[in-house]
């Protein structure tokens, strides 16, 4: 017949034994030491200087003193003694000194394992419930990769639920970000809680930014308003074709060309300017050399390179040939009839008597409105 039990080794009293008690009372002992299982540390080595009867303690790995050999065992001070249970896989112990929950592995202590699946909720230095069944109080939570990166994940059933990061003061709302009510992605922002506007909303098709710190019109100068690109200027437009709508600019700042006419260049703001340079023949085409019939070429006409919205002001300036001496250079010249289309008239009158044929040009500028 065994001495003891197979599971908790208790001492069994035995036939025609003596002394019966003393092994009903070890064995009361060790049901006392490890029912309801709570030690007071599971660091230590050796016993403690001073115990108390009842005292109970896991022996650290390197048991010494009156410890020694018995690693991992729950080691009671009985008063008089110290009284060891040798534990079995799968027991569970409380460690008082930090609430820790162990389990033997059949070696060694370590903490119990915890079921986390399908928790109805979790509150961490707080109180969860049944919206918020994550809950955590805490200065600051941390989210750290495992490898390479980290992402965090929201997911709605449908495009019109929402998904989003909420942020409050006195947990009242004053910025969103996420999908909410759609699939795109927009910032809103709000003063009271109560009252939200969309700050930023990212078309989930397209990309393309709105909200009300874009832009909202091309006369929109809002102070804290993004300019839009088909609406404020830069590099890719301020170069263009010009357009206006009801005097609003809606095209680029400049617009510059050349045809067989000449060179033009319109401002966004309907200003146009034209300039060319025509050949005029001989100076003393027509004319006397008198001061009554000064000599002159003879009339050409400019039709502009593009047309004005009204008769422009025409500025006629004239060319002689180089190396001509002052008094054959002199000159001034002249322009006659003018339209939105073209000048007319245009000459060069000699400024002194000099007969010589030399032939002369007209470098000739309008500046006016192009709408």
Known sequence: MADQTPLLGLPLILPSQAQKHVTHNEALSLLDAIVQLAVLDRVRTAPPASPQTGDRHIVAPGGAAAWTGQDGAVALWTGSGWLFAQPQPGWTARDLSDGALLMFDGSLWGPAPVATDNLPGLGINTTHDTTNRLAVQAAATLLSHAGAGHQLKINKALPGDTASLLFQTSWSGRAEMGTAGSDSFAIKVSADGTAWKTAFSFAGATGLASGLAVQQSRTDVTAGRLMRADWGYGPGNLLGTVA??????????????????????????GTQICFAQRPLGSIIAQGAGSFAAPYRTADVSWTYPKVFSAAPVVTCRGVAPTG?????????GGVGDLDATAATGIHVVRLGGAANADVFKADLIAIGPWV
């Open 244 to 269: 206006q709508s009801a005097g609003v600019p809606t095209g680029a700042v400049l617009e510059r060309g050349t045809t067989a006419n000449g060179e033009y260049i319109r401002f966004a703001d």
């Open 324 to 332: 001509l001496s002052q008094d054959r250079r002199l000159c001034a």
